[in-house]
């Protein structure tokens, strides 16, 4: 066991709270690192939603003057997992959502709400609040981004600090005024410090201050120093080259098992594909899609440029001219939720749409579709190619991000060498997605290869184990002497 205790920090997390793939790493994450033997405690804000599913919790602390009324920090136990959860009505006791009040803009006071969860990590990791005290703080993109920024400027001992970065789209960028109200000292105002293009940058702070960076796929690690990814901070990044990594995520296997899905009809393994069928049945019976022999493709995603679903909306004709289905499940209220809706009730039958959050059609979808598609222009990551390969619903992917280091062309040689476990195309154009849609068909014609190229996929490794390894060689090269006392123990 090697005792190392780590503070996570961030706006969300699986079961409390999820608006995306951030709250699947920061949810399973702890129980992989558990079976490490590191301790993980993870402080997220008290929104409603996260009160109300906490069960038994304990009051660990009083802040008085919680940037501008008092806040509770609450302790409680979370499947095993040790969660922290910071009471502030004034912040967080609202509806909507965890960034946006109902009518979909961002709460005016977001600053203060995410300056706050950085500083009360700070006062945990300075052992200023209750009697734990973590050997490294981890926070997460920009909402946990000041946490990294309020040890490096105060004064006093401070355990070494990690950013990972999910989404570097996502910046925090609020005006200059606050600096006092974010409780940020004069000289934190700086180039080098969490200046940014003339206002505060949360995540931009989080990258200058933190000890080092991570980043949830090698090949985004990469692209982020690149002008065409980087979003403005590439400049930073490159100059932190040296301590910036890139760790693929995990799935939750026992939550994503197409064995043991309490959201399948006809659960199944890879020794036995035949199952799907019912699946495949159950899904175009929900979604009122007809019963033909086709491929059938879906997309679980936000309607989002930035997951090219206007690249998607445009080869939707000749997805359907080529014989096939597609079903997707998004959202209600994305970028492209009318156009998709639309495009969408042109082809009753052939294709068809669910724009709410379902994580039991989202399962369906993934256990009975054949191909799911993943057009994205960028990919930090991804998830749902993570699922697909564990369903056997083939990843139809843009070669960008996590997208390009998890799935494996289907190319003339990856078909020789029977490593092919998808379809990958670039670039990322209307053209290049007709192309892999009809490369997808092609193959799902030719039963056999296409039932390999499943069997391939699901018997990848896309669980936490070896992921969490990484994190745990990236927080013991930080705090080295930990080590080196266990082994004199
Ligand atoms: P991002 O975090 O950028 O949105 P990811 O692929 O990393 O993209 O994670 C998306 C997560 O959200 C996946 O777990 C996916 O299954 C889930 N998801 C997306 N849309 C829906 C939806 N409409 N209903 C249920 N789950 C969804």
Redesign the pocket.
């Known amino acids: 066991m090697s005792g190392l205790r780590i503070l996570a920090v961030a706006s969300e997390m699986f079961p409390l709270i999820k608006t995306?793939?951030?709250a699947?790493v920061v949810g399973a994450l702890p129980r992989a690192l558990a079976a490490l033997g590191i301790e993980v405690r993870t402080l997220v804000p008290g929104y409603p939603a996260v009160l109300s599913r906490l069960g038994q919790a304990h009051a660990l602390a009083t802040l008085d003057d919680l940037f501008g009324d008092r806040g509770e920090l609450l302790t409680a136990d979370l499947d095993g997992t040790q969660i922290l959860v910071l009471e502030a009505p004034h912040l967080y006791d609202r509806p909507g959502g965890p960034y946006q009040a109902p009518g979909g803009h961002d709460w005016p006071d977001n600053a203060r709400r995410f300056a706050a969860l950085g500083w009360v990590a700070s006062e945990i990791a300075r052992g200023r609040l209750g009697d734990w005290r973590p050997d490294i703080v981890h926070a997460h993109d920009w909402q946990a981004g000041l946490a990294p920024a309020y040890p490096a400027l105060a004064s006093g001992p401070r355990p070494p600090t990690i950013l990972t970065i999910h989404?570097i789209a996502f910046q925090g960028q609020f005006g200059a005024h606050l600096l006092p109200e974010l409780r940020l000292p004069p000289q934190a105002w700086s180039v080098n410090g969490v200046e940014y293009y003339g206002g505060i940058g949360f995540l931009k702070a989080g990258l200058y201050y933190a000890d080092r960076i991570t980043t949830v796929s090698p090949t985004y690690a990469r692209e982020i120093q690149t002008s065409a990814y980087g979003m403005g901070l590439e400049g930073l990044l490159r100059t932190r080259a040296a301590d910036l990594t890139g760790i693929v995520n995990g799935i939750d296997e026992t939550v994503w098992n197409p064995a043991t899905d309490p959201h399948l009809p006809a659960p199944y393994t890879a020794d036995d594909l035949a199952p799907r069928a019912r699946n495949k049945a159950a899904l175009r019976a929900q979604l009122g899609l007809e019963e033909t022999d086709s491929p059938l493709f879906c997309v679980?995603?936000?309607l989002t440029w930035q997951k090219g679903m206007d690249l998607l909306i445009e080869a939707l004709p000749d997805l359907v001219a080529q014989g096939a289905q597609l079903a997707v499940?998004?959202?209600d209220r994305d970028e492209y939720t009318n156009a998709m809706t639309g495009a969408l009730e042109r082809y009753p039958g052939r294709t068809a749409g669910a724009m709410?959050?379902?994580?039991p059609?989202?399962h369906l979808m993934q256990g009975g579709a054949d191909a799911i598609l993943v057009p994205s222009r960028f990919e930090p990551?991804?998830?749902?190619q993570l699922?697909g390969l564990r369903y056997g619903c083939v990843p139809v992917v843009a070669r960008v991000g996590g997208l390009a280091d998890t799935v494996v062309d289907a190319n003339d040689a990856a078909l020789g060498d029977g490593v092919a476990t998808g379809v990958q195309f670039a670039p990322v154009t209307v053209e290049g997605l007709r192309d892999a849609i009809a490369r997808a068909i092609e193959l799902w014609r030719d039963r056999a290869t296409w039932a390999a190229i499943q069997r391939r996929g699901m018997s990848r490794d896309v669980g936490w184990r070896a992921r969490a390894k990484q994190y745990a060689a990236l927080y013991h090269s930080l705090v080295p002497e930990r080590g080196r006392l266990e082994h004199a123990a």
Request: aromatic fraction near 4%; hydrophobic fraction near 25%.
């Open positions: 995306g793939g951030l699947d989404n679980v995603s936000r499940l998004g959202s709410r959050l379902d994580e059609l989202s990551c991804g998830l749902t699922y």
